[in-house]
């Protein structure tokens, strides 16, 4: 069982939806990613909180806001998306160490999104 | 820019064999060195981490760095068939920024039954 589970796991939404996608861990991580994963490539980063405030904006388009209303959810909100942002949309969490954040990432299994 | 280079294969190997997986990196700053695995349709998966110069085993998996080549190997002995998936190098630098996480593009590995 992942201990970091997204909500809901596929998505289809027309270009003037506005929709969600859900993350949740019990890890006690203060570090929360949003990745996203375009087919045969890496993950790309796009946002990281860390203790609850957002630390890194990958200059990620506005039609994409993030939100951690506590240290164990994280959300993604999405409006007015274009069928490039389909995509596999990945959340991690990982601890913090006394240099930083670390790169042991726990990810979720993922939010595939389709955007009509 | 860093690069993190893996050669995408797709690599086969026959069941019961060694699959060797290399990756390269060209910031000389990274100190931190990562492996996932990622079956197809699902998320990144951490095998192994490494941090020194050398060997480290688990089960069996080895993942092996060289720091003067700027090189990291990941060994997979006995190679089964649930072993086929993606394998993903990813390398950090000294700042422990989430910013600084490179991942490579990823190598295919098929076990052959």
């Known amino acids: 069982d992942t201990e970091v589970t997204q909500t809901p796991k596929h998505l289809v939404m027309g270009m003037t939806n506005k929709k969600s996608l859900k993350c949740e861990q019990h890890?006690?991580?203060?570090?929360m990613y949003w990745y996203k994963q375009k087919a045969k490539k890496p993950p790309e980063l796009m946002f990281v909180?860390?203790?609850?405030?957002?630390?890194i904006n990958e200059s990620v388009p506005s039609r994409f806001s993030p939100e951690c209303p506590n240290s164990s959810l994280l959300n993604l909100h999405l409006h007015a998306l274009q069928p490039e942002d389909s995509a596999l949309y990945l959340c991690?969490?990982?601890?913090?160490?006394?240099?930083?954040?670390?790169?042991?990432?726990?990810f979720g299994e993922g939010s595939r999104l389709t955007v009509l | 820019q860093k690069e993190v280079e893996q050669n995408s294969g797709p690599l086969s190997v026959p069941e019961g064999a060694i699959a060797s997986l290399n990756c390269t990196y060209s910031?000389?700053?990274?100190?931190?060195f990562f492996w996932y695995r990622q079956y197809s349709g699902k998320s990144p998966e951490l095998i192994m981490s490494?941090?020194?110069?050398g060997d480290k085993e688990d089960g069996r998996f080895t993942a092996q760095l060289n720091k003067a080549s700027q090189y990291v190997s990941l060994l997979i002995r006995d190679s089964q068939p649930s072993d086929s998936a993606t394998y993903l190098c990813?390398?950090?630098?000294?700042?422990?920024?989430?910013?600084?996480?490179?991942f490579g593009s990823g190598t295919q590995l098929t076990v052959l039954p």
């Open positions: 909180y860390s203790y609850e405030k957002l630390s």
């Open positions: 910031d000389r700053g990274s100190q931190s």
């Open positions: 490494i941090y020194s110069n």
């Open positions: 890890m006690g991580h203060r570090a």
């Open positions: 991690a969490s990982s601890q913090e160490s006394v240099g930083g954040y670390t790169g042991e990432l726990f």
């Open positions: 990813a390398v950090n630098d000294l700042s422990g920024s989430a910013r600084q996480l490179t």
